[in-house]
């Protein structure tokens, strides 16, 4: 394996070492030849250990060759043949989602697609302060005195086994739709579908639930069919690939791996978003004022925070209602709400990361996993502030809002450290409540008193794992280029690897002797720079958030000088043009200068 190491000691003007990713020399070679790929894709593609024989599917990804059969999903057959049952009894069918954005698009699919064949669905997404995460009996209560027959729980219901047994007793039928890790003894419900189940071997684990939903349509829709179903009904064959933007949307959102049939969903998935189909979501992509294509940046830092600003604040069902909707007055309505409640929900979060990263002392970063509470700490936020934590201090944290003595806390985690699988192991050590999660997020409930002690069991578990870059703050770079690569046609060749996100990190490149010509202040917190190399033309370069970091201080330190440039290379579209920028992540003094 080779590196390319330009200088194995080197540190930034930031104090961030810089470390190039190793890749295989006869694989480039191989694949440039063979897939008639240029060399920084053949470059990109053995970074990324893709395999020989799967090269050629993954920069021409096709979701017919590349979908997996439902049916090797555990128990999905039985959820379909249960639906088609109920479908023709004319049974009451109901939906029970969480009130994040993978449970709003996997309600949202269901009901879209089932109004497609005529049948509507009632849904429930519990309230986040009142009813907590997962179904509930008085939830379940009311699904019963509305005469539902078949409940379907999306995102959540794997470890509802007094809710489910209660459905039982009431002649209800309960089919789960899930991705959160398990407990080896399942609740007794009709079908539970989740790939992360011990006895499944779809090899689909890294599915959000909002990818599993997608699948029991393309299940049940296949079922329909077999049926004649259509046929007699007189009904249009829905077509599944127009759901794919809300699967995108959700899988965006949850932080899965986008890798396998992942990958595929999304990148179709965007290509559906950017036809505006869904009503609500083209009126969120407006109120975002995203101008160009619709990116995963977007999904996830634009749309996603918006729909999940509802559940936040209180009102859990305005996204789903939003997805669902078709009446512009009441789509105009919902978009308006949610945009105020992310602006509330950024005031909010910004005061509980302030009080968290406060409590971080040396002592607490002894720890392997970082636990911080607060009294006064908006429940809704914990997440967003677990996640910020997780980022600047490359630790697993965990948040936890309390409340006379109850602590409900939300985790995030990095590669390697999987926090779902730490907190199922604390409920089974009856160290919490309840709780439950997947590799990279969690959620529980805990005695206040009894966090001290959960903290201990945590570092127990972890204390053997190696958290990357642990002692020093490591940048990886996937390649040098020139500044002469920074342009559209390069850009291009990038994205042949993409769409970009959890474990297929955006490609990101050093960039030598750049002379820094210009570097003015954009708004309150960005930079905006003209570069060039010997020689060459000037670039637009971008340093975001940097106005009040080291970063922002060392370009304005060195304008008019030559340095290193370790970024991004991006296009920015902007009244029907495309601009090529370099989006700066760190700075260095030029080596040969």
């Known amino acids: 394996m080779k590196d390319d190491s330009f200088n194995k000691n080197f540190y930034s003007l930031t104090n961030k070492k810089w470390s190039l990713k190793k890749y295989n020399e006869k694989d480039v070679d191989y694949i440039t030849q063979s897939h008639d790929v240029s060399p920084l894709v053949a470059k990109l593609l053995s970074i990324r250990n893709v395999n020989y024989k799967d090269i050629q599917s993954y920069i021409n990804p096709s979701l017919k060759n590349s979908i997996p059969d439902p049916s090797t999903l555990t128990d999905m057959d039985i959820a379909c043949e249960r639906i088609f049952k109920a479908i023709l009894d004319e049974d009451r069918i109901s939906i029970f989602g969480d009130y994040d954005v993978d449970g709003s698009t996997s309600t949202s699919i269901l009901v879209n697609y089932f109004r497609q064949i005529s049948i509507n669905l009632d849904f429930h997404i519990p309230d986040r302060f009142t009813e907590g995460y997962g179904p509930s009996i008085n939830s379940f209560s009311k699904f019963k005195s509305q005469n539902t027959n078949v409940i379907i729980t999306v995102d959540c219901g794997?470890?509802?086994?007094?809710?489910?047994?209660?459905?039982?007793?009431?002649?209800?039928?309960?089919?789960?739709?899930?991705?959160?890790?398990?407990?080896?003894?399942?609740?007794?419900?009709?079908?539970?579908?989740?790939?992360?189940?011990?006895?499944?071997?779809?090899?689909?684990n890294y599915l959000?639930?909002?990818?599993?939903?997608?699948?029991?349509?393309?299940?049940?829709?296949?079922?329909?069919?077999?049926?004649?179903?259509?046929e007699k009904k007189l009904l249009k064959e829905p077509n599944l690939i127009e759901l794919l933007d809300l699967v995108a949307l959700g899988t965006i959102c949850d932080a899965v791996p986008l890798k396998g049939v992942n990958r595929i969903l999304v990148s179709r998935g965007i290509d559906v978003i950017n036809k505006?189909?869904?009503?609500?979501?083209?009126?969120?992509?407006?109120?975002?004022?995203?101008?160009?294509?619709?990116?995963?940046?977007?999904?996830?830092?634009?749309?996603?925070?918006?729909?999940?600003?509802?559940?936040?604040?209180?009102?859990?069902?305005?996204?789903?209602?939003?997805?669902?909707?078709?009446?512009?007055?009441?789509?105009?309505?919902?978009?308006?709400?949610?945009?105020?409640?992310?602006?509330?929900r950024r005031t909010i979060e910004s005061y509980v990361l302030d009080q968290a990263i406060s409590q971080v002392d040396e002592e607490k970063?002894?720890?392997?996993?970082?636990?911080?509470?607060?009294?006064?700490?908006?429940?809704?936020?914990?997440?967003?502030?677990?996640?910020?934590?997780?980022?600047?201090?490359?630790?697993?944290?965990?948040?936890?809002?309390?409340?006379?003595?109850?602590?409900?806390?939300?985790?995030?985690?990095?590669?390697?450290?999987?926090?779902?699988?730490?907190?199922?192991?604390?409920?089974?050590?009856?160290?919490?409540?309840?709780?439950?999660?997947?590799?990279?997020?969690?959620?529980?409930?805990?005695?206040?008193?009894?966090?001290?002690?959960?903290?201990?069991?945590?570092?127990?578990?972890?204390?053997?794992?190696?958290?990357e870059n642990d002692d020093e703050t490591i940048l990886f770079a996937d390649s040098i280029l020139s500044t002469s690569a920074i342009n559209l046609e390069v850009n291009q060749e990038i994205e042949k690897i993409g769409p970009f996100g959890s474990e297929n990190p955006?490609?990101?490149?050093?960039?030598?002797?750049?002379?820094?010509?210009?570097?003015?202040?954009?708004?309150?917190?960005?930079?905006?720079?003209?570069?060039?190399?010997d020689g060459?033309?000037?670039?637009?370069?971008?340093?975001?958030?940097?106005?009040?970091?080291?970063?922002?201080?060392?370009?304005?330190?060195?304008?008019?000088?030559?340095?290193?440039?370790?970024?991004?290379?991006?296009?920015?579209?902007?009244?029907?043009?495309?601009?090529?920028?370099?989006?700066?992540?760190?700075?260095?003094?030029?080596?040969?200068?």
């Open 506 to 533: 955006e490609p990101a490149f050093i960039f030598k002797n750049v002379y820094v010509a210009a570097v003015d202040k954009i708004g309150d917190d960005h930079f905006k720079c003209l570069i060039k190399s």
């Open 208 to 230: 959000a639930a909002v990818g599993v939903t997608f699948m029991l349509t393309v299940g049940l829709n296949r079922k329909l069919r077999d049926e004649g179903w259509f």
């Open 276 to 344: 505006r189909l869904n009503p609500g979501l083209k009126s969120l992509i407006e109120v975002s004022k995203i101008k160009s294509k619709v990116s995963v940046y977007d999904l996830g830092f634009k749309i996603g925070p918006r729909i999940n600003a509802g559940g936040r604040l209180g009102y859990s069902s305005f996204g789903t209602e939003l997805l669902t909707e078709s009446d512009k007055y009441k789509i105009d309505s919902l978009t308006k709400n949610l945009d105020k409640f992310n602006m509330e």
């Open 365 to 467: 970063l002894k720890n392997k996993l970082l636990i911080v509470a607060g009294e006064d700490w908006h429940e809704g936020v914990i997440g967003i502030v677990a996640s910020r934590l997780k980022e600047k201090f490359n630790r697993p944290s965990i948040v936890f809002a309390v409340n006379n003595g109850e602590a409900k806390g939300s985790g995030r985690s990095i590669k390697g450290i999987d926090i779902g699988q730490l907190v199922v192991a604390a409920v089974q050590c009856n160290l919490v409540e309840k709780g439950g999660g997947h590799a990279m997020a969690a959620g529980l409930t805990i005695k206040s008193e009894m966090i001290p002690k959960l903290s201990e069991f945590f570092d127990r578990q972890i204390s053997s794992k190696k958290i």
């Open 158 to 204: 794997t470890m509802a086994h007094s809710e489910i047994a209660y459905a039982n007793q009431q002649g209800m039928d309960v089919i789960v739709l899930d991705h959160h890790l398990p407990e080896i003894s399942l609740p007794e419900a009709k079908a539970i579908i989740n790939p992360n189940r011990i006895d499944d071997t779809s090899g689909l």
């Open 536 to 593: 060459g033309r000037f670039i637009e370069a971008m340093a975001f958030r940097s106005v009040k970091t080291k970063l922002g201080e060392e370009l304005i330190k060195n304008k008019g000088s030559f340095i290193d440039l370790l970024g991004k290379i991006k296009i920015n579209e902007w009244g029907g043009k495309k601009i090529p920028q370099l989006h700066i992540i760190d700075i260095s003094k030029a080596e040969n200068r």
